[in-house]
Each structure stands twice: as C-alpha cells, then as structure tokens.
C-alpha cells in the first residue's frame, strides 16, 4: 500500500537528498501511521471493554500514543524541509532528530503508565473475559504493525531518519507487545491463570526499551557523533583522487540534519608545488565533494616536503618509532627547521578518545624514542589532536 503512495504522490522519489523530497516521504508516511493506528486504537479499545482487560486496554492506548507520535513525525519531517534562513542558515533539518526524540519520549512515558497499571491490576485482580473477537483483533493488529515496521525501517534506511527508524523500532516493540498480551489471554481461557497484569508488565517493558534505543539513535546526531566510516571513505577518495593532493587529516563532519552537512579538512600539497595551481586543484576537489555528496566543504592546504630525501627519511624512521608506540596512531604535518645547535622537528600525532596514554605521557615517550634512535640533535614539538572519525 506505502509503495502505491509512494508511486502517486512523491515525484522524485529517487532523489533523498532532496530535502522536499525527505519531506514528501516523511508526511506520507506519518500520515499513513495515523490512520492505522487510530484504526488499531478503536478495534483494541473494543476489545478491552468487552473482555475486560488491562493488558488490551492499554495496548490500545499505545496505540493511541503512536498516532501522537506519527502526528509529531509528520510535523517534524514538515519544519524540517523548511528554507534556511537569516537565524537558522544551516536549515531547520535537525527539527527531524527532535520530533524522533518526541516520539522516543512519549514511548518512555506511556511504558512507565501501563507498567504502573499492570501493578495495580496483579495487586488488585480482575477476570478477563475471553472472545473470539478480541483474540482476532490482536492477531490483526500484529499482522498491520509488523507491516508499519517493514515499511518504517525500509523508508527509514533509505532516507537514513532517525526519526522513521525511532517509529519502526516503535511498531516492532509493539508487536512483541501485542504478542504477550494474545498469549496472556489465550494461556488465561485454557488455564484459569489471571496473568493479564504479568503480560501488562511484560509489554511496558518491550515498550520502554523501544524507547530507550529510539532516544539514543535520536540523540547522538543531536549531540554530535563521529561520521559513519563509508562516508569518511568516499571523502578520501574523491580528494585523494587528484594527483597533487599528498594526504588527508583534521577532517571534521558537521551535522545540521539530513542531507544538511558541513565538511572541513585539511589536505597535504607537494610545498614545491604551484601556489595557484594548488589552490586550483583544491577548488576542484571541494566542488566535487560538494556535488557528490551533498555537502558544503572547506578544504585547508598543509605544504609537505616532498623531494627532499633526508627529510623523507627522517619521517619514515619517526613514523616507524610511533607506530611502535601503538598502530592506532597517526602523524601528520611533518616539519623539519634547521637550528645551530638542534634541528627543530614539530608534528601532529592523531588518538583516539579512549586513549590510554594521556597527551603529556604520549609527547615524553615519543620525545624519548626520537632521542634514543636518532640522537640528542633534535628538539621535538609535538601537538597531540583527537581523532573525530572512527
């Protein structure tokens, strides 16, 4: 059915970066999760009143709760397409992480309402009428939420939205959750056990750890998370691609919501080279990272020595003696200033976050390595970055 929407109403479907596009997508989608989970209310809610029981009624009210999150998706994806402007020059795509962490939200909040019910009804329990009407709704209603999750997830991945994946992980949640309440009614009917507050519990469970995970894949591209590692390697290869360009370090990805992201690096240029035919070159390469990804880029050019063999042997061999320290770190702009009585070398040196050596600890062992194995003849700077990619 999404798919026959999708062919009606969307034109460009193909074209995801297109933030109207995303828009279309998401509006079409919050709208279909509208409809059917009032539908699923209205049948749950029925089917609460005549059995009497907890674990249906507040499985409808879930449902409830998601046609407000679908509302507050669809708005979401609605300010989300919205034109930059004078405040907000970077766009209003972020809006798109928000209404996700809305939607994780009022999934926390009615987990922590229908456990605080199923305890009340264990404390203070109630037949639970069984009908062949109920026990039906239930397996519809799981049939229409496993179809809400599949095409949730497939749109959500397309378009990578936080905000569709935090509803698919939602629609998934929930039909685990209707799961437990059908087995909780049927195992009552053939057993006399009231187990319907157990199941109650049991389903705000499944519900709050749905919520939990959709706040987190909401959250971190809010906070700030490292680029994914297929992204930073196609930055690499469209400007590693240009012969002049030597190397690639301090790169920085800037996330103002999908499809709206900020690039800047630095590159290595042969200090031999050209001035402006450099600068040429890296013009080049930031107008292709611009059209092939959709980005805005910024390039920054870092001369390197490039034919001078002592100062290429000299790299290598420091190089070779930081690995030792760890593989894990990197070393770029590598400078060599000649001084009457010690030759300056200064560099960086890339580390992860979670690095075990601090930064003071790290520049005193690779001072030392580089005084025992090359002499007392150099004065070692060295600036210790954090790596912002994986």
């Not at 989608?29 to 089917?47: E, Q, R, S, W």
């Not at 930073?232 to 920085?252: F, K, M, P, S, T």
């Not at 490039?306 to 420091?318: F, M, P, Q, S």
């Amino acid at each position: 059915m999404v798919s026959l929407l999708i062919n009606l109403f969307i034109k460009d479907k193909n074209d995801i970066e297109n933030p109207k596009v995303r828009q279309a997508y998401g509006m079409l989608c919050g709208t279909v999760g509208i409809m059917l989970n009032l539908l699923l209310f209205a049948g749950k809610f029925l089917a609460g009143t005549i059995s009497h029981s907890i674990s249906i009624t507040a499985d409808a009210f879930n449902n409830l709760s998601d046609a407000g999150a679908s509302v507050v998706t669809l708005a979401g994806f609605k300010m989300a397409g919205a034109k930059p402007d004078v405040d907000h020059p970077y766009g209003h795509g972020r809006i798109e992480y928000i209404s996700g962490l809305i939607v994780s939200g009022a999934i926390i909040v009615m987990a922590f309402e229908l456990i605080k019910s199923s305890i009340d009804k264990i404390i203070t329990p109630a037949p639970v009428e069984f009908s062949i009407l109920s026990v039906a709704i239930l397996l519809v209603s799981i049939l229409v939420k496993m179809y809400m999750a599949f095409y949730n997830y497939r749109i959500g991945k397309k378009l990578d939205s936080a905000a569709m994946r935090a509803t698919a992980t939602d629609s998934l949640s929930d039909t685990c959750a209707t799961t437990a309440v059908l087995i909780g009614i049927v195992t009552g009917e053939l057993t006399g056990l009231r187990i319907d507050g157990y199941c109650g519990i049991l389903v705000g469970a499944f519900i709050f750890y749905a919520g939990i995970s959709a706040a987190k894949d909401t959250l971190n591209p809010l906070l700030g998370q490292p680029p994914e590692e297929e992204f930073v390697a196609q930055i690499e290869e469209i400007v590693l691609a240009h012969e002049e360009i030597c190397g690639v370090h301090d790169l920085l990805v800037h996330d103002y919501g999908p499809g709206r992201c900020m690039i800047s690096l630095h590159v290595e240029v042969p200090a031999a080279g050209k001035l402006l035919e450099l600068h040429e070159v890296v013009d080049e390469a930031e107008v292709e990272l611009q059209e092939q990804l959709n980005c805005l880029a910024v390039i920054h050019m870092d001369p390197v020595v490039t034919e001078d063999t002592y100062i290429l042997e000299l790299r290598g061999k420091i190089k070779e003696l930081i690995e030792e320290i760890d593989p894990i770190i990197t070393m770029h702009d590598f400078r060599v200033v000649p001084k009457h009585i010690h030759t300056k070398l200064l560099f960086d040196v890339v580390v992860p976050y979670e690095f075990a050596i601090d930064d003071e600890g790290l520049q005193k062992m690779i001072t030392e390595r580089i005084n025992e194995e090359l002499g007392d003849d150099y004065f070692v700077v060295i600036q210790v970055d954090k790596a912002f990619v994986k």
